[in-house]
């Protein structure tokens, strides 16, 4: 099993539609959680961490639940500019600070 | 500009020859990582380092490859007697403050051919 697992999707929506993105990760021992947004050819860039009490930003909402060890992002009124592929992100919080990706989701938004 | 520097960006190769890759982290940040992204796959962890010591080093980097860095400041990582399965994304990154997660370089791609 990964240690962390997303659908690859792709996610085919219409601009100003509302869509979520699940994960889940295998490690109970998580202690911190990120979304990173990745465009084409392009390197990992950091969209928000995740808290258990949800934390939003603008149109971006994430939430963790430790308890079914699952992390989602929900983006409402989709843009054409978020077309991209998202990946959910571990920290075991050892001593190496290592994060642990998923395969990444991928969102095309359509006009 | 990201504060993580790599090169090169691209990087073209015949099977069998070596490569190396320079990273430049950010300035003072003790940690440095590599990964590997090959296409459809999120970023896969090859090693760490703290300062100039490697502190772990992922199943996936064979004996072919090798990482250093030397004064604790910018990295190298190469491949020996490259194989087409080692074409991907080499990605460098530097840790975050806090809770902050990491910054990534621009990566260097790498062909083999």
């Known amino acids: 099993r990964k240690e962390v697992e997303q659908d690859p999707g792709p996610f085919n929506v219409p601009e100003g539609a509302t869509v979520a993105f699940n994960c889940t990760y295998s490690?109970?021992?998580?202690?911190?959680f990120f979304w990173y947004r990745q465009d084409c050819r392009k390197e990992p860039k950091l969209l928000m961490s995740?808290?258990?009490s949800g934390n939003e930003d603008g149109r971006f909402t994430a939430q963790l639940n430790r308890a079914s060890q699952y992390i989602s992002l929900l983006i409402r009124d989709s843009k054409l500019s978020d077309s991209a592929t998202y990946l959910c992100?571990?920290?075991?919080?050892?001593?190496?600070?290592?994060?642990?990706f998923g395969q990444g989701t991928t969102l095309q938004v359509k006009p | 500009d990201t504060g993580v520097s790599q090169d090169p960006r691209h990087k073209i190769t015949k099977r069998g020859q070596n490569v190396t890759f320079r990273c430049d982290p950010i300035?003072?940040?003790?940690?440095l990582y590599w990964y590997r992204q090959t296409l459809g796959q999120g970023p896969e962890f090859l090693t760490y380092?703290?300062?100039?010591?490697?502190?772990?080093k992922s199943r996936l980097l064979s004996d072919r490859f090798s990482a250093e860095r030397p004064k604790g400041s910018f990295s190298t990582l190469e491949i020996q007697r490259t194989e087409q399965g080692d074409s991907a994304m080499y990605l460098c990154?530097?840790?975050?403050?806090?809770?902050?997660?990491?910054?990534f370089g621009s990566g260097t791609r790498l062909t083999v051919v």
């Open positions: 992100v571990v920290n075991l919080g050892s001593n190496t600070g290592k994060l642990i």
């Open positions: 490690n109970s021992a998580s202690q911190s």
């Open positions: 995740v808290y258990s």
């Open positions: 300035s003072e940040h003790n940690r």
């Open positions: 380092f703290q300062n100039e010591a490697q502190l772990e």
């Open positions: 990154a530097s840790p975050g403050q806090g809770n902050y997660g990491y910054t």
